[in-house]
């Protein structure tokens, strides 16, 4: 879209508030369904692994409005925020002759068709989320087939954004090793078993969204608060699995600290800047602290989710 508006990157405010907002719709769709990101999976990895037990419904109930109602209220944040200059006559008729052109073709059908399958598998049946899209990816790559290959995703991935990407990774694990992580969530939820369930919420929003600051990487943040928390949601009788959707959540996106992999791919086109997306990323942060800190724990007592 971007391209046939002929949106100069680094000037145009539509393109930047079009990327952001972009950046930003992934991230709110990640909550959606258990696995719509990969921290998702992680999340419930470990929580089953805990002893505890989640279903897709379970927690589509709580993550598909909420990613639904952060997805609006961050556009409007994005919109306001970066006063997107408007679409002039002539670009509209680019638009609209651009979309006359568009069809599904045969590989869109067969992509459908796949997402269709893995679908089932998720919801009706207990076979391994991250097993289920792995076996999709080899779908979509084999011969015949040819949704994908790996030259189109070696030409979507910038160089820059990919060093950038391995330059964080190694501060991860190198924070990691070091028990960063650990140290904080111990520190801060010392005394927590005599917090009331309203404290208890806001503070695993928190520290999760904290962690992730330090440790930008969802897999490793998931881990280290679940241990720690779920416990203590049970003694403050607060919802395990509420507690599993918001740490999930928040440790899976941090719009105020743009160091996650969707981010970096973002960045190469050059139509945003780090000062700019972590200025608006705290109006976003603050927003999904507010509806996520209102939602869960209604829901939850609502549908009776332990």
């Known amino acids: 879209i971007l391209n046939v508006l002929k949106a100069e990157p680094g000037k145009s405010n539509l393109g930047r508030g079009m990327m952001i907002a972009a950046v930003f719709g992934s991230q709110c769709g990640g909550l959606s369904f258990p696995m719509s990101n990969i921290g998702n999976v992680a999340a419930i990895t470990a929580f089953e692994k805990m002893g505890y037990s989640v279903s897709f419904m379970q927690w589509s109930v709580i993550g598909f409005p909420l990613a639904i109602i952060s997805a609006i209220l961050t556009g409007l944040i994005v919109a306001i925020w970066c006063k997107p200059e408007p679409i002039t006559a002539e670009q509209y008729t680019l638009l609209q002759n651009e979309s006359k052109s568009a ?168 139509y945003w800047k780090f000062s700019e997306m972590m200025k608006v990323g705290v109006f976003v942060s603050i927003m999904m602290l507010i509806t996520s800190g209102i939602w869960v724990p209604i829901i939850c007592a609502i549908t009776g989710m332990a």
């Open 103 to 270: 069809k599904v073709t045969a590989k869109e059908i067969k992509l459908f068709i796949i997402l269709a399958i893995m679908m089932y598998f998720w919801i009706f049946t207990k076979v391994n989320m991250a097993l289920t899209g792995a076996l999709g990816c080899v779908l979509m790559l084999l011969p015949g087939i040819n949704i994908t290959t790996w030259k189109d995703a070696q030409r979507q991935v910038l160089p820059d954004a990919l060093f950038l990407i391995c330059a964080v990774t190694v501060i991860v694990n190198a924070i990691n090793q070091e028990g960063v992580g650990r140290w904080i969530v111990d520190l801060v939820f010392k005394n927590a078993a005599a917090w009331s369930v309203i404290v208890l919420v806001i503070m695993i929003m928190l520290i999760t969204m904290v962690i992730h600051a330090i440790i930008p990487a969802s897999v490793a943040v998931v881990g280290v608060v679940l241990v720690v928390m779920l416990p203590l949601a049970e003694t403050a009788g607060f919802s395990t699995i509420g507690t599993l959707v918001l740490i999930a959540w928040f440790g899976s996106f941090i719009p105020w600290m743009p160091t996650d992999a969707v981010f970096m791919l973002a960045y190469g086109p050059g």
